[in-house]
């Protein structure tokens, strides 16, 4: 189906199945049940499992096939997010435009960091990547920042291209020449998808259980499911097929004659497109661009996700995505009061002592979860979530031995 096999086929169904049922599977408990905190389907964080999904899909056709670990994508995801940002504030509230546009400039901005970089390999690649990050996000923060049309006039660059510390936000005053600038009610108006807006919602309770469906939310979904299904096509061609052979011996395909500038190039560059789509989606989301969006902790996170999931694995990267997005939200959100409810149970010493270890790994404290996670994962499954799959899937499905004595070998 769609030039995919057989094999490949399921996967998308089931991420197919996955990314549409998220408001039922992510809302295992009803609201009054004390479990309701771990519940996950409401829009605003459904959107971040799948916008961070394509930025880590798009770093996982980089590192996963070849092996290269950048250290600065956070940047496109940064470049992307402004894009969308001017696109919004100069023609109109369209969110395929602006999407176009972030992927579009992200490409651009990847050739060149991908042409400097890539002259080196390993970790002086790392360090390259890196130092572009860090001076896009310096440029961003203060030097496009600086006012251009002079400190007493209030024109569309008063805060520079970036809009600094604050970040890039619409106004009332932005021009919008092929949209409208102002609501009938005298707002700001909100992205659209040719005329149905991002925020709107729709509810349905069923007995204690509330699920919330949100055209943002499906959008989203929707790009996701087109940038999962490019990459498996990238995973099967021969374009990929070249990428793995560059992950498995890069100087022994040097001695045969074969450049592989380009091909490592034309892959940074999709990846670099990968993840403007994420920053641009982003913007359409929440319209708001920051500096922050491009520092290094950004890129980091996407490396955990992919590590997490399964580097080099088609569906790991979405995996991996949504578990540290899960913790990041959820775990954070389980303060001290909280844990007095849940050890109510006990007696007052016993409780006071569970409130003080638990505490240790949730609320403020939930990247030392991450950490922990991060690091049973590296050791004990360096294939992420998928390997865990396999691993109980090989558990449940492992056939009886044979006889060795009536088995037959093939004759050397």
């Known amino acids: 189906m769609l030039g995919l096999n057989k094999k490949d086929t399921g996967l998308m169904l089931i991420v197919v199945l996955l990314t549409m049922a998220a408001p039922f599977i992510l809302n295992p408990f009803p609201e009054s049940s ?42 496109f995801l940064g470049v992307g997010s402004y894009a969308a940002m001017w696109m919004f504030k100069l023609f109109g509230m369209n969110v395929i435009p602006a999407l176009a546009l972030s ?22 690649f790392s360090i390259l990547t890196l130092a572009f990050a ?21 024109g569309l660059l008063q805060k520079g291209l970036t809009g600094g510390e604050t970040g890039l936000q619409l106004t009332l005053d932005d021009p919008r020449i092929l949209g409208t600038g ?21 509810q349905m309770e069923v007995g204690d259980w509330v699920f919330t469906f949100s055209a943002g939310y499906y959008f989203a979904a929707v790009v996701m499911l087109i940038a999962f299904y490019l990459s498996i096509r990238i995973f099967r ?17 040097s001695y045969t004659g074969l450049n592989t500038k380009p ?45 997490l999931g399964g580097a080099g694995t088609l569906i790991g990267p979405i995996l991996g995505a949504g578990l540290l997005k899960y913790m990041e939200n959820i775990l954070s959100k389980i ?18 002592v569970l409130i003080a270890v638990t505490n240790m790994f949730v609320g403020k404290q939930w990247h030392i979860t991450t950490g922990v996670i991060f690091m049973l994962v590296i050791i004990f499954l360096p294939g992420g979530l998928v390997e865990l799959g396999r691993r109980v899937g090989r558990l449940f499905s492992r056939k009886p031995k044979q006889d060795t004595a009536t088995e037959t070998k093939p004759a050397e």
């Open 34 to 75: 004390a479990l309701a905190q771990f519940n996950a389907g409401y829009p605003d964080l459904m959107q971040r499992f799948v916008i961070f999904g394509i930025f880590a899909i798009g770093f996982n056709l980089l590192f996963g096939l070849t092996g290269y670990l950048s250290f600065g994508h956070a940047a």
């Open 103 to 124: 992927v579009v400039m992200s490409g651009l901005f990847a050739v060149v960091i991908g042409y400097v970089s890539l002259r080196r390999s390993g970790i002086y």
């Open 134 to 154: 860090m001076m896009s996000y310096a440029l961003a923060y203060s030097v496009l920042a600086t006012d251009m049309d002079g400190p007493d006039k209030q």
């Open 182 to 202: 102002v609501t009938e009610a005298g707002n700001i108006p909100v992205p659209n998808l040719f005329g149905l807006e991002m925020r709107s919602a729709a």
């Open 237 to 253: 061609s021969p374009y990929g097929l070249m990428l793995r052979a560059v992950k498995s011996n890069q100087q022994r395909m």
């Open 263 to 307: 091909y490592m190039l034309g892959v940074f560059v999709i990846s670099g497109m990968y993840a403007g789509l994420a920053g641009g989606l982003m913007a359409a989301m929440d319209p708001l661009a920051g500096p922050e969006r491009m520092f290094w902790t950004a890129s980091g996170e996407v490396v955990i996700m992919t590590i």
């Open 335 to 352: 303060n001290k009061g909280v844990l007095e409810v849940w050890y109510g149970w006990a007696p007052d010493w016993m409780a006071d």
